[in-house]
């Protein structure tokens, strides 16, 4: 029956090129159940057909649905323009520069709206390698679809009639578990080289297979990502990195040449035989909390991914005669610097990392007040939950680790005797000689202490 099905959706006039007809599924052959939409999303639709226009949940939630997965978000599609969209709704704000989106607003929960965008990127401004800067053109349906990236992408969801419209063979790939980029490869990750990650993206976090030509130009033009602004490519790693499948899109792009010289921040995490224990370990429990649901914070995900560069450069600071707080913060201004220009970290994100690095050599000291202190620390659950990631790579002995969970988990008298009897190990911060100085480290050594200190 599948198969009967697929050869009457290939036998469409998608095989022939013509992808301004979109081939409509009913309720019986798609089979989305229409529980997994949000009540949100049916109320835009709705509200927006009632005012005479045609809206559709688009792209993500399409796809997730035909795969009988709960979306995470829903996109709606429409021939409304973002003004007319905008009066429409009590919460609606209108956003971007390239492209104008609206985002409707019910309590905490955002949905996008989007008007048709037109077909042909031709006379858009472009830079000198040909990636669209600007592209504000409204058009039909059937052009919206042709901009999209993935056929399993570009496929729309009428909740009122429950029927799907598919325009580039999405179904047929939903079927193969293919992903397949729409139109001419090259052409259209020249256009938006951000897709070469999406690529890479989609086909780990959905285990599909990437069609070949898809697949081909992608070691290529990979250095096409240099020209795109740091913030998208920090925006669309973010989005590879919480995705809930962080290691197997991590491994794809090294599998797709793509980590190599590209993104700093990748050449790092991957080509550091050290950190790699500590990298899996880290992506691993963010993926699991993805997967249940739980938050994950930018902040922790980057301090562990950069975590052993700075560890590199903390001890190289201490052997050049640093002290070892002092040494830390460089380590970090480094990184973080580095980083910063090369993948637009924002402000808020670097102030987190650079708390919870901080914050790990305050765990050796185990005497007195000190880890009474500790257990006030603001961030105290995301520098400890970094902590037991050191011990269980084995870059520290998990003994430590096990004396704070006792430590924290203990009443009053519980922890006197934990401070009591704690035993003397390698970890504790030991008694340091005064070591030689270099004045030109200490220099900025002292500002990066009084900065979050
Ligand atoms: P996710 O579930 O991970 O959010 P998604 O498919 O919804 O996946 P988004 O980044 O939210 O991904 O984009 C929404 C839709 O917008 C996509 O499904 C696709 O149709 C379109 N889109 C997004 N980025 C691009 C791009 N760079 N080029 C072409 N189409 C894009
Ligand atoms: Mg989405």
Redesign the pocket.
């Known amino acids: 029956m599948i198969k009967k099905f697929i050869r009457r959706i290939l036998g469409t006039k998608q095989k022939t090129g013509d992808h301004t007809q979109p081939v409509t599924l009913t309720a019986q052959e798609h089979r989305i159940d229409p529980k997994l939409v949000s009540a949100n999303a049916i109320r835009v639709t709705s509200t927006l057909q009632e005012a005479g226009f045609k809206a559709f949940l688009?792209?993500?939630?399409v796809?997730?649905l035909l795969l009988g997965v709960k979306?995470?978000?829903f996109?709606i599609a429409t021939n409304a323009t973002p003004e007319q969209v905008k009066k429409l709704f009590r919460r609606a704000f209108i956003i971007g520069k390239r492209f104008q989106i609206v985002h409707v607003m019910f309590g905490q929960d955002l949905l996008e709206v989007t008007t048709f965008r037109g077909s042909s990127s031709d006379g858009a401004p472009k830079d000198e390698h040909g990636r669209v800067l600007r592209d504000n053109t409204f058009g039909e349906q059937h052009e919206d679809a042709l901009?999209?990236?993935?056929t399993i992408?570009?496929m729309y969801y009428d909740p009122a009639t429950q029927t799907v419209l598919d325009y580039h063979g999405g179904i047929a790939d939903i079927r193969t578990r293919t992903l397949r980029i729409i139109g001419v490869p090259e052409a259209r990750y020249r256009e938006?080289p951000?897709?070469l990650l999406?690529v890479v993206?989609?086909a780990a976090?959905l285990n599909f297979a990437i069609a070949p030509d898809t697949s081909a130009p992608i070691a290529v033009m990979a250095p096409l990502i240099n020209n795109v602004p740091t913030a998208r490519v920090f925006d669309e790693m973010l989005?590879l990195l919480m995705?809930g499948h962080a290691l197997a899109c991590l491994q794809q792009l090294r599998k797709e040449g793509l980590h190599h010289g590209l993104l700093p921040l990748l050449d790092v995490v991957l080509e550091q035989p050290l950190g790699e224990k500590f990298v899996r370990l880290a992506l691993a429990s963010t993926d699991e909390r993805v997967k249940q649901g739980k938050p994950v914070s930018p902040g922790f995900l980057f301090a562990s991914l950069l975590w052993h560069q700075v560890l590199e450069k903390w001890n190289a600071y201490q052997a050049a005669g640093e002290y070892p707080i002092p040494a830390l913060h460089l380590a970090a201004d480094d990184v973080l610097n580095t980083q910063t220009d090369k993948l637009a970290l924002q402000r808020k994100i670097a102030s987190d990392m650079r708390d919870i690095w901080a914050m790990q050599p305050r765990f050796d000291r185990r005497v007195g007040k000190t880890p009474y202190k500790l257990l006030e620390h603001l961030r105290l659950r995301a520098g400890y939950d970094f902590l037991l990631l050191r011990c269980a790579s084995g870059e520290i002995d998990s003994e430590i680790g096990e004396w704070w969970t006792a430590f924290i988990a203990a009443d009053g008298p519980g922890r006197e005797e934990l401070l009591a009897k704690k035993p003397a190990t390698a970890n504790e911060a030991p008694a340091k000689k005064r070591p030689r100085r270099r004045s030109r480290a200490r220099k900025p050594a002292a500002g990066a202490a009084g900065t979050s200190e």
Request: net charge positive.
């Open positions: 688009v792209g993500g939630a796809r997730d979306p995470k978000d996109d901009r999209r990236d993935f992408n570009a938006d951000v897709r999406r993206r989609f976090k989005k995705s």
